[in-house]
């Protein structure tokens, strides 16, 4: 809170709200306020030392501030603090909790901790409950199952009962309860039904939600803390030059663009042809090619055929070769600086797991001829961005997977892009960390059926 001549203004994340200015009571009541020192009763106290006219003014300015979800408020016992209820949007509201009713947590309400303290929250709240002491743990525990909240108030011993009762109502304001039916299942809304907790929480934080929270900038968080990832150095295995295709003979032997849209289509099974390595790597630097380095102010970004965020290009293309004429058996790293692929691995039970992985997403009877991996570097992107750096990198495992279905179906190849990989079993075949460098995508690659190839 900021105090200036006009009023006081109050930070709303990107927003700010600014209050009219207000008698000396009110002045040091909100003061106190910022502070955290002072309970209501106190409060009220404080803004009609110079009488209650002042003091309804005080509150009336504290219902618009409840209303913008400006407040935090603190349960205090015994001296500390059992839980605090910070709000991070409007209207922090939840259900009123009736006598009669039981309630639950939440089955999307989660914990972490959070500068040395337990932090509740729900994607579906826009608040957090903090709470610095074991006795949020050991209530939270006791809601695991359903509680009328009347029966609620005695189940921690310890804990009096005005204390837990308050705590119950602090976590249905924070949206962290669900009232139950008669076998103590949830009672939620219809729309909730399809959602699991990973994918909800994912799409809510990373998406612009809670005020308090820094999205999509490019706020450059590690920058002297830790080093910014560069470009991934070459591996040391075999290095396996290909070809660079002419694009302009290119450009006259494709279909034309929106042909290549319409044709565009999953093709599983492959013919009996094995791919070729001039055809894969004519496919790969038509698709993910380095075109071009390109300065900024902050740094090196690239060009490629397809975008990256911040021009980071933070995805690598890994090649499993299961039948490619010209190239071994094994796992290749491709590398766009030089247009090349690095043998990493032979052929070994690890690559035929991801083979037979690739089978079975596609339900294919034979394994595939070819099997990309991408990967993304996590720091690359993480450093620059915050909180949405996962979610770019997805949606860049996705642009690549367009651009390789038009890339191939303009080539007259089979391709098919999969639901599913195994991050794990990649891992232990590259020798790469699965948290530096992992596995966020596969696509499978072939030759078009017998039937289809004429």
Known sequence: MEATAEGRWIWLGHDKLMLPPVPPGVSAAFDAISEG?????????????????????????????????????????????????????????????????????????????????????????????????????????????PK?????????????????????????EAGALTETGSEGAPIEPEALATWEFHDLLFHRQTRWGKRDDVYGGATYRFRGRLPEPGKKPPPTGERIPLEVPDLAAAERRDPPFTTVLERRRSIR????????????????????????????????????????????????????????????????YYRVEDHALYHIAGRTPDMDLLLKTAMATSLRTAPPQVLFILTARFARMAWKYETMA?????????????????????????????????????????????????????????????????
């Open 148 to 172: 009328r909240p009347g029966d609620f108030a005695a189940v921690v011993p310890g804990i009096p009962a005005d204390a837990a009762g308050a705590f119950m109502r602090m976590l249905a």
């Open 269 to 332: 099974e492959h013919g009996s042809r094995p791919v070729t390595r001039t055809e894969l790597g004519e496919l790969l630097y038509r698709a993910v090619g380095l075109r071009q380095t390109v300065l900024f102010d902050r740094g090196e970004g690239e060009a490629r055929p397809y975008p990256s965020g911040g021009g980071l290009y933070e995805t690598g293309v890994y090649v499993v070769a299961n039948r490619c004429e010209g190239l071994k058996e094994g796992l290749y």
């Open 390 to 454: 996962y979610a770019a990198m997805i949606k860049h495992v996705g642009v690549i997977f367009q651009t390789l279905y038009l890339v191939a179906t303009a080539m007259g190849l089979a391709p098919c892009a999969l639901g599913a990989g195994n991050a794990e079993v990649f891992a232990r075949l590259s020798g790469l960390d699965p948290l530096e460098e992992g596995s966020v995508g596969e696509f499978m690659l072939g030759t078009r059926p017998d039937e289809e190839s004429t």
């Open 37 to 145: 020192r002072c309970g209501l009763e106190e409060l009220t106290t404080l803004a009609g030392r110079d009488g209650w006219n002042d003091a309804a003014i005080f509150h009336g300015l504290l219902q618009r501030l409840h209303r913008h979800g400006v407040l935090a408020r603190a349960l205090r016992w015994e001296g500390s603090v059992l839980a605090t209820l910070a709000p991070a949007a409007p209207q922090v509201r939840g259900p009123v909790l009736r006598e009669e009713v039981s309630y639950a947590l939440s089955r999307f309400a989660f914990t972490h901790r959070v500068d040395g303290s337990l932090v509740l929250e729900t994607p579906l709240s826009r608040g957090r409950v903090w709470m610095p002491t074991w006795h949020g743990s050991a209530l939270l525990g006791a809601l695991s199952g």
